[in-house]
Nanobody, 120 residues
Framework: QVQLVESGGGSVQAGDSLRLSCAASGRTVSGYALGWFRQVTGKEREFIAG???????YYADPVKGRFTISRDNPKNTVYLQMDSLKSADTAVYYC??????????????WGQGTQVTVSS
């Protein structure tokens, strides 16, 4: 079992930056692919960024060039640096872990989510 806890959400203005963190416990995450999803009330949860066990990053089109995912295996943590935030980025953000590509295979482990609100 992998337990995931997100932090770093909050309320910001359009154009600002935020960095989300997701701390894992239970198992070392070096053997897992990690990723971030977001969900707006009434809509499906959507993939936004993933990073493989070897460090390869991949992003959904709406966040390419603005968000950066990274991982620190010794700290058992994955990060999401969000720059040039837009009101459309307002959502609950979730981190996830799995053995396979986070974008194509639903991961089994999820955090509880952290709210990001961007005001224009």
């Amino acid at each position: 079992q992998v337990q995931l806890v997100e932090s770093g959400g909050g309320s910001v203005q359009a154009g600002d930056s935020l960095r989300l963190s997701c701390a894992a416990s239970g198992r070392t995450v070096s053997g897992y692919a990690l990723g971030w999803f977001r969900q707006v009330t009434g809509k499906e949860r959507e993939f936004i960024a993933g990073i493989s066990q070897s460090g390869t990053q991949y992003y959904a089109d709406p966040v390419k060039g603005r968000f950066t995912i990274s991982r620190d295996n010794p700290k058992n943590t994955v990060y999401l640096q969000m720059d040039s935030l837009k009101s459309a980025d307002t959502a609950v953000y979730y981190c996830a872990a799995g053995l396979f590509n986070i974008q194509t295979t639903k991961p089994p482990y999820w955090g509880q989510g952290t709210q990001v609100t961007v005001s224009s």
